[in-house]
């Protein structure tokens, strides 16, 4: 990492220096995101920057760039990695003012971005599966804004750690939501199925691109509540994110799921998944 960007410049990682004054550090104040570069192309930009303007919205903060700017600031950050698989990480807090909860006027946005080479799961992880525990999902109502106040997140994936596993499937009211990092699918039959979104999911750019192919590709896939029994009797649970993409859970609180194998419609789903990514690199879809 040679360079990155905080507040419109672009310098060593060694002298980037924010504020202890700032409202991310102080109140955890800000919104981030996570945009996957192939090929030294912006991977579904258009929806990256759509849910950072939603999340932007959501905590009355004013978007400092333009679509094309970010375009701008991520492309010449990535251009320093080469054409490797890397991501660009995004963050924007409130800025700097003295401590207080109310929001302070006329205060500029701390903006910081940086881009560095994906790290993909092992081979053995994509063909064995992952473990994951099941707990309750004990954070706030508005899961659905990408906020870097990550506390409870971080919490409930150390204990999936501590437990040996590599992510904690969440749990509320009975109906699972989604992981402490990730979004979360199942295969019941011949039918896919991930919660629908709403404030306690945040609605994954991955998680979309899924349930895209899946309707594309004539796979029955259906967003609407998932019980915990359902999830228990699953033949398939599958994990999403930007950086793990479809990664197979074969192990829940230590009970197999299916067979315990990586299942036929992940096989599948994923090598779609995977042709996709090819044609963006190609330039054949956007």
């Given at each position: 990492?040679?360079?990155?960007y905080?507040?419109?410049?672009?310098?060593?990682?060694?002298?980037?220096?924010?504020?202890?004054?700032?409202?991310?550090?102080i109140?955890?104040?800000?919104?981030?995101?996570?945009i996957?570069?192939?090929?030294?192309?912006?991977?579904?930009?258009?929806?990256?920057?759509?849910?950072?303007?939603?999340?932007?919205?959501?905590?009355?903060?004013?978007?400092?760039?333009?679509?094309?700017?970010?375009?701008?600031?991520?492309t010449?950050?990535?251009a320093?990695?080469?054409?490797?698989?890397?991501?660009?990480y995004?963050?924007?807090?409130?800025?700097?003012?003295?401590?207080?909860h109310?929001?302070?006027?006329?205060?500029?946005?701390?903006?910081f971005?940086?881009a560095?080479?994906?790290?993909?799961?092992?081979?053995?992880q994509?063909a064995?599966?992952?473990?994951?525990?099941?707990?309750?999902d004990?954070?706030?109502?508005?899961?659905?804004?990408?906020?870097?106040?990550?506390?409870a997140?971080?919490?409930?994936?150390q204990?999936?750690?501590?437990q040996?596993?590599v992510?904690a499937?969440l749990?509320?009211?009975?109906?699972?939501?989604?992981?402490?990092?990730?979004?979360?699918?199942?295969?019941?039959?011949?039918?896919?199925?991930?919660?629908?979104?709403?404030p306690?999911?945040?609605?994954?750019?991955?998680?979309?691109?899924?349930?895209?192919?899946?309707?594309?590709?004539d796979?029955?896939?259906?967003?609407?509540?998932?019980?915990?029994?359902?999830?228990?009797s699953?033949n398939?649970?599958?994990?999403?994110?930007?950086t793990?993409?479809?990664?197979?859970?074969?192990?829940?609180?230590?009970?197999?799921?299916?067979d315990g194998?990586?299942?036929?419609?992940?096989v599948?789903?994923?090598?779609?998944?995977?042709?996709?990514?090819q044609?963006?690199?190609?330039g054949?879809?956007?």
């Open positions: 990492m040679s360079l990155v905080l507040n419109g410049e672009f310098i060593p990682p060694d002298q980037a220096k924010v504020s202890v004054f700032d409202r991310g550090f109140f955890g104040d800000g919104v981030y995101e996570v996957p570069v192939f090929g030294g192309r912006m991977f579904r930009l258009p929806h990256h920057l759509a849910r950072l303007e939603a999340s932007l919205t959501a905590i009355q903060l004013r978007n400092p760039h333009t679509a094309r700017q970010w375009n701008d600031i991520f010449r950050l990535s320093n990695n080469g054409t490797v698989d890397q991501s660009v995004l963050q924007i807090t409130r800025g700097v003012a003295a401590r207080d109310a929001f302070p006027p006329n205060i500029s946005p701390t903006v971005a940086y560095s080479p994906l790290n993909y799961p092992p081979a053995e994509l064995k599966g992952v473990a994951a525990i099941t707990t309750a004990n954070r706030w109502q508005r899961c659905d804004i990408k906020s870097i106040a990550l506390l997140n971080a919490l409930l994936r204990q999936a750690i501590e040996g596993a992510e499937i749990v509320r009211d009975g109906l699972m939501t989604e992981g402490a990092a990730s979004n979360i699918f199942i295969v019941s039959g011949d039918r896919v199925i991930t919660p629908p979104k709403g306690y999911i945040l609605p994954g750019i991955t998680r979309d691109l899924v349930v895209e192919i899946a309707h594309s590709h796979i029955d896939c259906v967003e609407q509540p998932v019980p915990i029994g359902s999830l228990r699953a398939e649970v599958w994990m999403t994110s930007s793990k993409e479809i990664l197979p859970i074969t192990r829940i609180d230590s009970r197999p799921v299916g194998k990586q299942g036929p419609m992940h599948r789903v994923f090598a779609l998944y995977q042709q996709y990514k044609a963006f690199i190609r054949e879809v956007g």
